[in-house]
T-cell receptor, first 114, second 114 residues
Framework: GAGVSQSPRYKVAKRGQDVALRCDPI?????LFWYQQALGQGPEFLTY????????KSGLPSDRFFAERPEGSVSTLKIQRTQQEDSAVYLC????????????FGPGTRLTVT | AQSVTQLGSHVSVSEGALVLLRCNYS??????LFWYVQYPNQGLQLLLK??????LVKGINGFEAEFKKSETSFHLTKPSAHMSDAAEYFC????????????FGAGTRLFVKA
């Protein structure tokens, strides 16, 4: 079956631009996670949704970062006024309610801010 | 606060040799523990997990890991390395307090020599 998909796979933005990154989770997965992975580092937790409810956003680095999942399926991570330090791979993962710890990851979106 | 330490950013083994990737965690309560593998330009794939029960857990591709509470460790092993095992490996924890915030280590890149 289809896995987690993310789009775009690559995004180049000029500093100060806004970007929107999309995640399509596996059908039926109620939990959805966003991570930021800087070059040579492990993923860092950004935020977590259960259905449409954002239950944990403690990892969002600043108020320029905003995530939503209005219908409990597709999610969008928005970054306003991008800065060079936002350059990273943004990973999305989803999981079933009965196996919340088994996260399935998408291929990521590589964001480069110039 | 939780943290995950992976000893060795790079590990090199010969094909057929034992693979040992080290992971230590710090947590105020016994956490849930995970190992993920990441191939170039791909998302992370769950290798194995420990939540409760038997402390020796077996995963995919012949990997296993043992949870040692007294040593706060969760090292990953494989008896005989294959060329296809060359990848980045990440250890991760979730604190067993009802949340889903996953903390990843910095990763260990495994090289397999012919």
């Amino acid at each position: 079956g289809a896995g987690v998909s993310q789009s775009p796979r690559y995004k180049v933005a000029k500093r100060g631009q806004d970007v929107a990154l999309r995640c399509d989770p596996i059908s039926g997965h109620v939990s959805l996670f966003w991570y930021q992975q800087a070059l040579g580092q492990g993923p860092e937790f950004l935020t977590y949704f259960q259905n449409e409810a954002q239950l944990d956003k403690s990892g969002l680095p600043s108020d320029r970062f905003f995530a939503e999942r209005p219908e409990g399926s597709v999610s969008t991570l928005k970054i306003q006024r991008t800065q060079q330090e936002d350059s990273a791979v943004y990973l999305c993962a989803s999981s079933l309610a009965r196996h919340p710890y088994e996260q399935y990851f998408g291929p990521g979106t590589r964001l480069t801010v110039t | 606060a939780q943290s995950v330490t992976q000893l060795g950013s790079h590990v090199s083994v010969s094909e057929g040799a034992l693979v040992l990737l080290r992971c230590n965690y710090s947590s105020s309560v016994p956490p849930y523990l995970f190992w993920y593998v990441q191939y170039p330009n791909q998302g992370l794939q769950l290798l194995l997990k420990y939540t409760t029960g038997a402390t020796l857990v077996k995963g995919i591709n012949g990997f296993e890991a043992e949870f040692k509470k007294s040593e706060t460790s969760f090292h990953l092993t494989k008896p005989s390395a294959h060329m296809s095992d060359a990848a980045e490996y990440f250890c991760a924890v979730i604190q067993n307090t009802g949340g889903f915030k996953t903390i990843f280590g910095a990763g260990t890149r495994l090289f397999v020599k012919a």
